[in-house]
């Protein structure tokens, strides 16, 4: 079974910097893309940032510049350093793996809250 287990989430001042986490266990077969996706209240879920087992990464245009996704193969982890924080990056974050056996699945974290209040 398939887990996935994000932390670092919590109230931050507006500039502010945290860095989330989320480890995959379980995992059978090759993770091919982690990533991070956002919602916030009374919005629908968006792309925040996706990285590939090469380590090519990708961002929303809004987070560029002020965020950054890495990822520890070994550890099944994926990061997601997010500074200069600004309370329109408020939101529930959900991490996501696609895995590879025979075909792709995706499978998704419960999510993390980050609030960027003064």
């Known amino acids: 079974q398939v887990q996935l287990v994000e932390s670092g989430g919590g109230l931050v001042q507006p500039g502010g910097t945290v860095r989330l986490s989320c480890e995959a266990s379980g995992i059978i077969g090759s993770i091919t893309f982690m990533g991070w996706y956002r919602q916030s209240p009374g919005k629908e879920r968006e792309f925040v940032a996706s990285?590939?087992?090469?380590?090519?990464?990708d961002y929303v245009d809004s987070v560029k510049g002020r965020f950054t996704i890495s990822r520890d193969n070994a550890k099944n982890t994926v990061y997601l350093q997010m500074n200069s924080l600004k309370p329109e990056d408020t939101a529930v974050y959900y991490c996501?793996?696609?895995?590879?056996?025979?075909?792709?699945?995706?499978?998704w974290g419960e999510g993390t809250l980050v609030t960027v209040s003064s």
């Open positions: 996501y793996v696609v895995i590879f056996v025979r075909k792709s699945q995706t499978y």
């Open positions: 990285i590939s087992s090469s380590s090519s990464t």
